[in-house]
């Protein structure tokens, strides 16, 4: 069974303090590892996708990274803007367009 | 610009009421999804489709059902709601695998 797990569940930064969040993933064959926002009561925003270990995307103050195991979100000098739940899911090769997701970090910025 | 719309940001319906939500792709494309999210659980896969009068069970059928009639237009239907589908209900739709879903805004459901 494919699993995603993210952590930490919540983050509290300050304007500027780069940080990064973790998506670890179990998948048979993985096919995609994509990275969406998601801001209180709307739905998520797609941000990234990756396809193989070693790729690296940026946006802005974003920077995703992906390893055969875990995935990282860098968030570099973020501000008070940048507070949202960040949301991580996997697709399987054998899983045609399904998505799995992991429980998401809600990332709080503070001026 | 990309657009799924959903038909309600808020709604309010009684238990045992029949329960029709909608939404529409403009970008078409011919695979759409429904999930629905509570705190604690995530996104979960309800039911999808693949094209049109295609459906296939989620991760959590059960209660639901869905109707795609024309390659826009997804509908999930609660035949008699319950208090255990208050939630929040995110369509989303994709070209295909390997490429990404769009959301839409979400319909909050809250049954009483």
């Known amino acids: 069974e494919d699993q995603v797990t993210q952590s930490p569940e919540a983050l509290r930064l300050q304007e500027g303090e780069s940080s990064s969040l973790n998506c670890s993933y179990t998948?048979?064959?993985?096919?995609?590892l994509f990275w969406y926002r998601q801001d209180p009561g709307k739905g998520p925003e797609f941000l990234f996708t990756?396809?193989?270990a070693g790729e690296e995307k940026e946006k802005e103050r974003l920077k995703a990274t992906l390893t055969k195991k875990e995935s990282f979100l860098h968030i570099t000098a973020p501000k008070p803007e940048d507070s949202a739940t960040y949301l991580c899911?996997?697709?399987?090769?054998?899983?045609?367009?399904?998505?799995?997701f992991g429980g998401g970090t809600r990332v709080l910025v503070k001026p | 610009d990309v657009k799924v719309t959903q038909s309600s940001r808020y709604l309010v319906k009684r238990t045992g009421e029949k329960v029709f939500l909608e939404c529409v792709q403009d970008?078409?494309?011919?695979?759409m999804f429904w999930y629905r999210q509570d705190p604690g659980l995530g996104l979960r896969l309800i039911y999808f489709?693949?094209?049109?009068?295609?459906?296939e069970k989620g991760d959590i059928p059960e209660g639901y059902s869905v109707s795609r009639e024309k390659k826009e237009r997804f509908s999930l239907i609660l035949e008699s709601a319950s208090t255990n589908q208050t939630s929040m209900y995110l369509c989303?739709?994709?070209?295909?695998?390997?490429?990404?879903?769009?959301f839409g805004p979400g319909t909050r459901l809250t049954v009483t």
């Open positions: 899911a996997v697709q399987a090769a054998a899983a045609g367009n399904k998505l799995t």
């Open positions: 989303a739709s994709t070209r295909g695998p390997n490429y990404e879903q769009y």
């Open positions: 970008m078409d494309h011919e695979n």
């Open positions: 489709s693949y094209d049109v009068k295609m459906k």
């Open positions: 998948v048979s064959g993985l096919r995609g």
């Open positions: 990756l396809y193989s």
